[in-house]
């Protein structure tokens, strides 16, 4: 998982709490992701950025925020954690269009009671 | 709407077995099905990938073959070993999407001595 942070790498949050996860690469990579997995669904998008100060909707992206305010860093945050957002949350990172290989960093675990 | 479907959920072999994943896809513009390993506790690793316009690659122990026209792929693991004990994930994506990954829903390989 070269390259690619994560921090924290677990965390207990109760109903209704905030928090923001940090993703840190030093590859100078254009495009960074944040993807959720849970068993039996592989991984899902939740957000995605192309390049510092953008960012887009993935496939599940309700009840999160994000933000790219400098190239190296994408955060994920969670304004008001619920038990569903209980999960594995993983960033990636790719340097851009398709076809050029994706790294992931090693995950943040995530429990909401 | 899960666009790329993976099967079996679990599977089981013996050393030196043959273990093959399938994946299908319905969105036919998708053109990069690369396939990922993950170990527990881990992020997501590339293992290997193919394009649309060649019908099988090889690296070392490992196999990907596809089907265009039934818009399928499968992973074969040649020998396979104990180490190759993890989790496998088909993925697609299309050279329009910046690398974004679809993702099955993941097979769990278990290779007994």
């Known amino acids: 998982n070269a390259g690619v942070t994560q921090t924290p790498k677990f965390r207990v949050l109760k109903t209704g709490q905030s928090m923001t996860l940090l993703c840190a690469q030093d590859?100078?990579?254009?495009?960074m992701y944040w993807y959720r997995q849970d068993p039996g669904m592989g991984l899902r998008l939740i957000h995605y950025s192309v390049g510092e100060g953008t960012t887009a909707k993935g496939e599940v992206p309700d009840g999160y925020n994000v933000s790219r305010l400098k190239k190296q860093n994408f955060l994920l945050g969670l304004e008001s954690a619920a038990p569903s957002q209980t999960s594995v949350y993983f960033c990636a990172i790719a340097s851009g269009s398709s076809g050029n290989t994706i790294y992931f960093g090693e995950g943040s675990w995530l429990t909401v009671v | 709407q899960q666009q790329v479907k993976q099967s079996p959920q679990s599977l089981i072999v013996q050393k030196g077995g043959i273990p093959i994943i399938n994946c299908a896809y319905e969105n036919t513009a998708f053109d990069y099905f690369p396939w990922y390993q993950q170990f527990p506790g881990k992020g997501p690793a590339l293992l290997i990938a193919i394009r649309p316009d060649v019908s099988e690659k090889k690296e070392g122990r490992f196999t990907i073959s596809f089907n265009k026209s039934a818009k399928q792929f499968s992973l074969h693991i040649m020998d396979s070993q104990p180490g190759d004990s993890a989790t496998y994930f088909c993925a697609a994506s299309k050279s329009t999407s910046g690398s974004r990954l679809t993702f099955g829903e993941g097979t769990q390989l278990t290779v007994n001595p």
């Open positions: 590859m100078n990579h254009e495009y």
